[in-house]
């Protein structure tokens, strides 16, 4: 653990055992190799969580990274290592991923990063953004995202779909009630 709290026990440890099972070390590499190609700052990208952990607890990199993606965005890093400084720094990149139009399930917490307490949900995170990279004319990671399909329907088309009974509802042919009762019978 990284703050001065005393390690977890009981519960605690076994959620916490639990949400840490979830990291991916495959994906934290491809987040930071991503993130070093986006911002090239010669960064460790071990997929390891302690590294994954050291270079992203500060949110400097981060806020980098989102300056990276639209410049200008964070107009100050704290550059300090004070905890709500630091804290500032990971809050700002949070505002600007979801500005970006990263969902909000898919951000994590401050503390998620700072406190070492769900290292996955950072990755998520990254994850998300990486993919909408291309829409700032970066190099992105993961599957390309859809795009939207929308279709015009005439009034003639959607009245004429209403009429259709579609097999997925089944069939019932031959289908009775016959020889279905529920609990006991009634004797008389």
């Known amino acids: 653990m990284s703050s001065n709290r005393a390690p977890k026990s009981g519960f605690a440890a076994e959620a916490q055992r639990k949400i840490n099972s979830k990291y991916s070390e495959e994906l934290a590499q491809e987040s930071l190799e991503w993130i070093k190609a986006v911002t090239a700052e010669p960064i460790n990208t071990s997929g390891d969580t302690d590294n994954f952990f050291e270079v992203l607890k500060d949110g400097v990199i981060l806020c ?105 509802y089944g069939s019932n042919k031959g289908a009775t009630q016959s020889g279905i009762n529920f609990g006991n019978t009634r004797h008389m």
Do not use: H
């Open 64 to 168: 980098k990274l989102a300056n990276a993606l639209q410049p200008g965005c964070i107009k100050k890093v704290n550059e300090s290592k004070m905890a709500f400084k630091c804290m500032e720094n990971i809050s700002a990149f949070l505002e600007c991923a979801k500005n970006f139009g990263v969902p909000t399930q898919e951000t994590f917490q401050s503390v998620d990063l700072w406190e070492r307490q769900n290292l996955n949900s950072v990755v998520i995170c990254l994850q998300s953004l990486g993919r909408k990279a291309s829409n700032f004319n970066k190099p992105s990671i993961g599957p390309k995202e859809a795009d939207k399909n929308v279709r015009n329907f005439s009034e003639e088309q959607l009245r004429a779909g209403q009429n259709v009974i579609s097999l997925q």
